[in-house]
Every structure is written in structure tokens, then in C-alpha cells.
């Protein structure tokens, strides 16, 4: 949460001396970042479907697709799950003489 709120604070503190400046802010406008918000919801759709239409409940669905992380990023008190290490590389055959 505190990252949230640091970001929020910068946020402001950025608004205000563009303020200050009588500089317009290059951010888009809200309603863009409305449709943003839709494309990523949107994304999650189609995974979260397949989940559903396997049997998995709403909650499994969601938690299977990860969507909260995909959507929200890592939220406050979580840690992520150990990323399995990469799997070796093919053994190269012997160089031809």
C-alpha cells in the first residue's frame, strides 16, 4: 500500500509545480485512461473463460489465470512464488573437423 500511496504523493507533487509552471500535463486524458484500463481487464477475459468452462470455480479461475498480478502488479504483504529456473540448454554436438 505504501508504494500506492508514494506514487499518489508523487503524483500530486508533479501536478503541482506543473501547476505552479502553467505547463499542461502530457498525460492523456481520463477517458483514455479508462480505455487502458479495459484493454487490460479485456486481456483477462479469455484465460479466465478457459478456466471456467474447465470446471474451475470464479476464484480458482482468477487465481489460475493470474490476473491480480497481472492486472494490479504485486499487492502489498504478497511475495511472489519461486520462479522455476530455466531449463539447461541442449548439450551442442562436437564441433566438425
Do not use: W
Not at 499542461?24 to 487502458?36: C, Q
Not at 492486472?71 to 566438425?96: C, D, F, H, N, W
Amino acid at each position: 500500500m505504501k508504494l500506492y500511496l508514494a506514487s499518489l504523493a508523487a503524483g500530486l507533487l508533479v501536478g503541482v509545480v506543473y501547476s505552479l509552471l502553467n505547463v499542461r500535463s502530457p498525460a492523456p486524458p481520463v477517458v483514455a485512461l479508462v480505455g487502458l484500463f479495459g484493454i487490460l481487464i479485456g486481456e483477462q477475459i479469455v484465460p479466465v473463460a478457459r478456466h471456467l468452462l474447465a470446471g474451475d470455480g470464479l476464484r480458482a479461475a482468477i487465481g489460475l489465470a493470474d490476473c491480480s498480478d497481472h492486472v494490479l502488479g504485486q499487492l502489498p504483504g504478497r511475495t511472489r512464488a519461486a520462479v522455476a529456473p530455466a531449463e539447461p540448454a541442449a548439450a551442442e554436438p562436437p564441433p566438425r573437423s
